[in-house]
């Protein structure tokens, strides 16, 4: 398995509390399902444009959503 990612996030428990699919917010943000499991999954680390949209949706500032953890 790989290592995650140092940028961690709270993209999993904001879309649960909405509640909303990973194929919804994908779909919300243009992006597709897969990218929002590796994004919760810390996999993959989304491009700012995606993570302001993110942040956005869920109207809560950018760095509530992703944060640096070493």
Not at 27 to 33: E, P
Request: glycine share 2%; charged share 30%; aromatic share 8%.
């Amino acid at each position: 398995m790989s290592k995650a990612l140092p940028i961690a996030n709270r993209v999993r428990e904001l879309r649960e509390l909405r509640p909303m699919t990973q194929s919804e917010l994908g779909d919300a943000v243009g992006v597709t399902r897969q990218t929002v499991a590796a994004i919760e999954q810390r996999r993959y680390s989304p491009s700012l444009e995606t993570a302001f949209r993110i942040a956005r949706l869920f109207d809560t500032p950018l760095e509530a959503v992703f944060f640096w953890d070493e």
